[in-house]
DNA sequence: TTGTCATTCAATCAATAACTTGACTGATTG
DNA sequence: CAATCAGTCAAGTTATTGATTGAATGACAA
């Protein structure tokens, strides 16, 4: 009876457990871009090889992660249950409440609220209408994971050297690995800086995918 | 850099963290309930008085819930972010994925689809057109913290009693506490095995106001 | 003021969790 | 069939966390 509730209650707990280790939550965000090595995770994380491999293992018993091998490789990606809706509702709790996030974000995101976001839901229609380009900054090996439809993929750090690919007088939206990505904002800032007109996607990738729109893989709307 | 980008995550890992416990996800749907004392709360989840205050504090600093003073009673109710979506979203993503939750839910809510419930678009709709009655069944206390507009209450405590205010020609749609208080399946099944024509409600008070739907207290919408 | 009630604080202890190290397993490559 | 590579496992260390106890606070009532 009363047993059943807090057993309920212990589940809950436990999936709340697991995500209340910044590491996870950063391994996760990883992973959550497409598949991904456990080195590479631990790479990208700067954790040690065996931590990350211990992490991902708590992340997969609890199914917000999924691990197929490949040769030697173990690959990781994100589980299929509603992960990122889990970690949206926290993202907005924690973007409601928390000063210190408000804080950081803002900090560091320099003044992200003049960035305008543009939502999916607009930018579907722009692209519709032919009023926007539509430009993914993450690296090539991200992109040919998985990418929205018809976006063009210059990393950011080739930005520079590729500017000639970017129209001038098209408005570009910008977008990367999720809400807290560093590489669209800065994408937005540098371009901005030289005359573009860009704006950034509220969403990044993973929200794109788990929202069940169509995803391109190389090959599809990425020819040169 | 990267240092602000892993304070954001282990920002979010304190909030998970802090619902990583099930003692605090049962005090906490109980606040939200309506405010409640300590000593309340400690009662219903079966703590100590110090471990369950000190629960309540680790979900006061991270604004899962606020606390007043009320002479020498101190209240707890609900903080005012996105509390109860951040806790929907762990649900959903515990129903999805872990069969041990579904496995304690149907067990023990006796197969809890045949119940049908009823979603809150659908009892607006028929509450309107007036082809439905409401039904709470929570303790007198909590009707009395807020309700359903224009609901009866019964508490299930005393059903069996009362069973003549209960109309035997309309639908009865019964609610409680959320989706996972035995109240309301306890109501359905028993008034079923007496003939009512009876129904769930899916969510449960905190669900309705969280939703910014109109909440009554006492005095209106149950006079007798 | 003194006493009482409701809650919080402080100290303590046991249990759990995160990370490290080094050994082990499984798949590929020479 | 070694040798190597990618990852996992097991054991140990240190740090956190949850629960208990008893003392301390703050508000009210006599």
Redesign the interface.
């Known amino acids: ?2 047993n ?23 391994l996760l ?1 990883h992973a959550a871009q497409g598949e991904r090595s456990v080195e590479r995770l631990a790479q990208l994380t ?1 954790l040690s090889l065996a931590n990350a491999s211990q992490h991902l293992q708590v992340l997969r018993r ?2 917000f992660v999924r691990s197929r091998r490949d040769g030697k490789r173990m690959l990781y990606r994100l ?1 299929d ?3 990122i ?2 970690l ?7 973007e ?3 000063a ?2 408000r804080g ?2 803002s ?2 995101f320099n003044r992200l609220d003049s960035l305008e976001p543009v939502s999916r839901e607009a930018l579907v229609k722009r692209l519709d209408d032919g009023s926007a380009v539509l430009l993914d900054v993450r690296p090539e090996d991200e992109f040919a994971l998985g990418h929205l439809p018809g976006a063009l993929n210059i990393p950011f750090a080739d930005l520079e050297r590729r500017l000639a690919e970017l129209p001038k007088d098209t408005q570009i939206v910008a977008y990367c690995r999720g809400p ?1 990505c ?1 590489l669209s904002f800065e994408a937005v800032a540098a371009l901005r800086a030289k005359g573009y007109d860009i704006r950034r996607l509220e969403d990044g990738f993973p929200e794109w995918k788990a929202a069940g729109l169509p995803v391109g893989t190389v090959g599809a709307g990425n020819s040169p």
């Open positions: 009876m009363t059943a509730k807090s057993e309920i209650f212990q589940q809950f707990a436990e999936l709340a457990r697991v995500l209340g280790q910044g590491n996870r939550l950063e965000e700067g609890v199914g589980g249950g509603p992960v809706e889990l949206g509702a926290l993202r907005r709790y924690a409601h409440s928390r210190e996030v950081i974000v900090d560091y807290y560093v």
